[in-house]
């Protein structure tokens, strides 16, 4: 997707084992979000950022940390792996907080299984 | 009450049809209320939105329908086309920390 990419795209894990997912913007946005989509639950919020070093929680942050050290680069963290985060996590940025003006801008997704 | 409630989860639509999806909420404070269109394998991407101080809001073959006093709002494609198959979200903007609060989807499927 233009101006946004993440990366791995797909990525098999063990148990235990700490991952990292990356999303990089060229947009130069101020707000970015992590995303996870699992059948039956839509898109829910995990955490999000309005600019650097500003983070918050959102309502599934429970065993995720972000970090965002660069306007362009969010980092996702999941400090140790369980099956319950086997889902497919999507970087989304905006100009505005809620993307009242031209809406989010998702990248493409990374699909992740603990396994 | 932070919810958003979509039906139907699946639908499917022959050619020509009109499709419509349905969203419902609670919480009169929300004040944005968006669709996004998600194709395999893509994130969602903006389709169109309304404010809810509108009843209805058109562009191209997509419709936004929306009513204040029944919380409700929905998305009306006309003339729907194969292309149109993807999985569609409502969402709300919510009134804590003003995010945009979700539904479940629905996965349209357009019969030629």
């Known amino acids: 997707d233009a101006g946004i990419t993440q990366s791995p795209r797909h990525k098999v894990t063990e148990t235990g084992t700490p991952v990292t997912l990356r999303c990089h913007q060229t947009?130069?946005?101020?707000?970015m979000y992590w995303y996870r989509q699992d059948p039956g639950h839509g898109l829910r919020l995990i955490h999000y950022?309005?600019?650097?070093?500003?983070?918050d929680k959102g309502e599934v942050s429970d065993g995720y940390s972000v970090s965002r050290s660069k306007t362009e680069d969010f980092l996702l963290t999941l400090e140790s792996a369980t099956s319950s985060q086997t889902s497919v996590y999507f970087c989304?940025?905006?100009?505005?907080?809620?993307?009242?003006?031209?809406?989010?801008?998702f990248g493409s997704g990374t699909r992740l299984t603990v396994v | 009450q932070q919810q958003v409630k979509q039906s139907p989860q699946s639908l499917i639509v022959q050619k020509g049809g009109i499709s419509i999806i349905n969203c419902a909420y609670e919480?009169?404070?929300?004040?944005?209320f968006p669709w996004y269109q998600q194709f395999p394998g893509k994130g969602p991407a903006l389709l169109i939105a309304?404010?809810?101080d509108v009843s209805e809001k058109k562009e191209g073959r997509f419709t936004i329908s929306f009513n204040k006093s029944a919380k409700q709002f929905s998305l009306h494609i006309m003339d729907s086309q194969p292309g149109d198959s993807a999985t569609y979200f409502c969402?709300?903007?919510?009134?804590?920390?003003?995010?945009?609060?979700w539904g479940a989807g629905t996965k349209l499927i357009i019969k030629p």
């Open positions: 989304a940025i905006s100009e505005t907080e809620t993307g009242t003006l031209y809406g989010y801008t």
């Open positions: 947009e130069n946005h101020r707000y």
């Open positions: 950022s309005y600019g650097v070093k500003d983070t």
């Open positions: 919480n009169t404070a929300f004040d944005y």
């Open positions: 309304i404010r809810p």
């Open positions: 969402a709300a903007r919510g009134d804590s920390n003003y995010q945009l609060i």
